[in-house]
């Protein structure tokens, strides 16, 4: 069981599958499957349990996936039903996603559900009403602030730090590594596929001499290799950016071995909060 003298690594699947935000998805091979089995198997390896945060359709997909998942102690917690970032919802909506989210998640055989993350880290200062919404609901913590300015989403004055967000919930913003000019997020998805590796290790370095968690993301895409190419959903057709999506995917389990050579072992969120911040 992790505790507060161990490094603490915060890996995290955000289990989702892209191809269902494209048009005919049905022209597009099915990845999610097999590059979540190779997830499995990575964990297996260092006997770790991480947390796996579900959009619905994944559920409604992949019910036996969500079983063995569970069924090998990783821990399920929410990435909304239908992924849409939260400044495109109300309140009222974002509460009815969660809802039907939480009640698919258990249909499909997860156990009490108390973590969120919200879709590409849309939670910022502008949507933090989301936090109320959540504590009315089942949930203890978040995890989806980037806490930098960012092209897409991120809440600047935040902190680095996990902290409580009200009575109930705790948020657990990403790590963030200094690269030249820019804030950036260090052990997440793109991130830490196009950055140079030097910049992981003062990541690594930064996080056991303030004796603070790595926080990072992952999702089916990063370690596939093999999968075919298409502009990818939510980057406005932007090519860079999309040539990035599929840039150094196959050096992602290196770089995580890397981490876990350091001395950090993997826990899930819920168990990080209960061990460190109650
Ligand atoms: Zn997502």
Known sequence: MANSNQNIFLFSIDLEDIRLRLKNPENYEERVPVNTHIYLNWLRKYNSKCTFFVTGDIAVLYPSLINEIVSEGHEIACHTNNHIPLDKQTPTEFRKDLEENVSVLMKAGAGQITGFRAPVFSLTQKTEWAYKVLSELTFSYSSSV???????????????????VNDKIVEIPLTMGRFFHMTVPVFGGVYFRVLPKFFIKGGIKNCIAKTIPAVGYFHPYDIDSTQERYMNPGIND????????????????????????QGFSICTYYNYIQNNLK
Not at 154 to 160: C, I, M, N, V, Y
Not at 238 to 261: A, H, P, Q, T
């Open 146 to 164: 980037l806490p930098a300015k960012n092209p897409f989403y991120g809440w600047e004055t935040f902190g680095f730090t996990p902290r409580k």
């Open 238 to 261: 932007n090519y860079l950016y999309n040539f990035l999506m599929y840039y150094n995917r196959k050096n992602v389990f290196s770089r995580l071995d890397y981490i876990m050579n």
